[in-house]
């Protein structure tokens, strides 16, 4: 009986535990997300909401990753945000629950139209700039506007490059490497 209790209090404790793999796993999507310049933690919670493939309320994810209320409040706010957690009800629970997005491309373009493109937007924006303001001043070379019109094709090539990924699922760099054979 003394051995069954045992067991019965270290599997209690280990309930809410996570699995290796799912440890190693979502630790890797937090670094990825870091890396991309997003808060580690947000990938952390959405790896585990992708993996589980199970809607999980804040208490559930706060326990599994071991994190704060108002942590996983504030990141599941961000991540709602992005369109990359989604919160739902169950029929019948007043508990409001969260699951991952699992349709990675349509992630990923919401991601790169709300982000990515607006930055390289300012990007051409402001090199544009730059080479009226260069031509406008007499004490520049021209080669020097000639670097910046190149600096600007390639702006537009990678917007060019980013406009057809969101529309189309594909990524052409094409025209971004044709900026460096002049």
Known sequence: M????????????LEGRLQDWEAISIDA????????????????????????????????????????????????????RWGVVLRVRNPGDSS??????????????????????SFIARVRADLEEARKLAQADASTTRAQVERLMKMESLADATEKAVKLFLST??????????????
Request: glycine share 8%; no cysteine.
């Open 2 to 13: 003394k051995g069954y209790l045992w067991e019965a209090q270290a599997a209690e404790k």
């Open 29 to 80: 999507v937090g670094n990825v997300i870091e890396f991309w310049g997003f808060k580690r933690n947000q990938g952390k919670v959405w790896a585990l909401l992708f993996l589980r493939d199970v809607a999980l309320t804040a208490a559930e994810i706060e326990t599994e990753l071991s994190l704060s209320k108002g942590g996983v409040s504030m990141l599941l706010r961000d991540l709602e």
């Open 169 to 182: 699922s594909r990524f052409d760099v094409t025209g971004m490497f044709d900026v460096f054979r002049s």
């Open 96 to 117: 409001w629950r969260y699951k991952a997005e699992t349709d990675l491309m349509k992630m990923a373009r919401r991601v790169i139209e709300e982000r990515e493109f």
